[in-house]
C-alpha cells in the first residue's frame, strides 16, 4: 500500500461548483499535513496546512480525520483558475520526511 | 525577490554523458532537497540536505550525487546519466526539513537519449 494516496482524477466540473478531494495516508504517525498544488509543467506551491481542527482559507477547507486517516480539500464556488493538480502531502516520524501522493487533477470548465 | 533557481530549464543529452543540474536558493534555508517526478509516481526524493556538508540518500539515489559545499547552492550531478533517468526534476528549499512550506525550483526537464 502507498504511503499517501490519491484518486488521480481528472475531476471535471463546472465553473462555480463545488468539488472535494480526500487523500488517504498509512502511517498512523504521521504528524503533519499539507495541500500543494501544481500549475501544468510548473512547480508545486503551497496552497494550505491542514491542522487538526481543520482550517479554512477563502473559498478552501481542509480537514484532517486521524480515526480514519485522511484529509480532505473541499473548493468551493469553483474558478477557471482553480484547474491544477492538487497534490496531498504528509510529513512522518522523527526524521520530518515529507511524502508525496501522486496529485489529483481538477479541471474547472465553463 | 525570495526564490529558488534551477538551471538549466531544459537539457537534453545523451546516455553517459556527465551532466549537472544546478540550484540555488536566496533565503538562507539549511534544508534543500531534490527530487524527481514521473508520470504515476508523483515526487519523488533524490537527495537532501540538512545543513552545509551534510547530505542523506532519498527514495530514488542511485544514479545521482549531490554536494552542499555552500549553503546557497546544491547542484545535482549525474555521473552517467541513463535513459531511465529521463525525468523532471524539482530542487527545493525549506527553514528546516518538513517544518515550513518547501519553495520550489522551476523545474529542469531531462532527457537522457
Known amino acids: 500500500r502507498k504511503e499517501v494516496e490519491q484518486d488521480p482524477g481528472p475531476f471535471n466540473v463546472p465553473e462555480g461548483a463545488t468539488v472535494a478531494f480526500n487523500c488517504t495516508y498509512s502511517?498512523?504517525?504521521?504528524?503533519?499535513f499539507f495541500w500543494y498544488r501544481q500549475d501544468c509543467r510548473k512547480e508545486p506551491k503551497l496552497l494550505m496546512s491542514v491542522y487538526s481542527s481543520g482550517n479554512e482559507d477563502g473559498r478552501f477547507t481542509a480537514q484532517l480525520n486521524r480515526a480514519s486517516q485522511y484529509i480532505s480539500l473541499l473548493i468551493r464556488d469553483s474558478k477557471l483558475s482553480d484547474s491544477a493538480t492538487y497534490l496531498c502531502?504528509?510529513?512522518?516520524?522523527?526524521?520530518?520526511?515529507?511524502?508525496f501522493g501522486t496529485g489529483t487533477q481538477l479541471k474547472v470548465e465553463l | 525577490e525570495a526564490q529558488v533557481t534551477q538551471n538549466p530549464r531544459y537539457l537534453i543529452t545523451v546516455t553517459g554523458k556527465k551532466l549537472t543540474v544546478t540550484c540555488s536558493q536566496n533565503?538562507?534555508?539549511?534544508?534543500m532537497s531534490w527530487y524527481r517526478q514521473d508520470p504515476g509516481l508523483g515526487l519523488r526524493q533524490i537527495y537532501y540536505?540538512?545543513?552545509?556538508?551534510?547530505?542523506d540518500k532519498g527514495d530514488v539515489p542511485e544514479g545521482y550525487k549531490v554536494s552542499r559545499k555552500e549553503k546557497r547552492n546544491f547542484p545535482l550531478i549525474l555521473e552517467s546519466p541513463s535513459p531511465n533517468q529521463t525525468s523532471l526534476y524539482f530542487c527545493?528549499?525549506?527553514?528546516?526539513?518538513?517544518?515550513?512550506?518547501?519553495?520550489f525550483g522551476n523545474g529542469t526537464r531531462l532527457t537522457v537519449t
Open positions: 502531502v504528509v510529513r512522518t516520524g522523527g526524521g520530518n520526511k515529507l511524502t
Open positions: 527545493a528549499s525549506s527553514m528546516e526539513q518538513g517544518l515550513s512550506p518547501l519553495h
Open positions: 533565503m538562507n534555508h539549511e534544508y
Open positions: 502511517n498512523s504517525a504521521s504528524q503533519s
Open positions: 540536505s540538512m545543513n552545509v556538508e551534510v547530505t
